[in-house]
């Protein structure tokens, strides 16, 4: 299962679960602050969205690319 950690008004959170459904992938998405920040915080992630696969964590270019 891919999850999606955002925040409100993010257009690139946006621009990922778009790219996500065109490719047809099951994904859960998350927009809490504080979620994203304990996600990112843990991850070293300094931008939103931050993506977990598989218990590994991915900025959106670093995933797009994996994808």
Excluded: H, W
Aim: proline share 1%; hydrophobic share 35%.
């Amino acid at each position: 299962m891919i999850k999606v950690y955002g925040k409100e008004n993010c257009g690139r959170c946006e621009t990922l679960k778009r790219t996500l459904e065109r490719k047809g992938l099951d994904y859960e998405y998350t927009q809490d602050l504080k979620t994203l920040m304990t996600v990112a915080s843990k991850a070293r992630i300094m931008s939103a969205p931050v993506v977990e696969k598989d218990g590994k964590f991915y900025t959106m270019e670093n995933f797009l690319e994996v994808i």
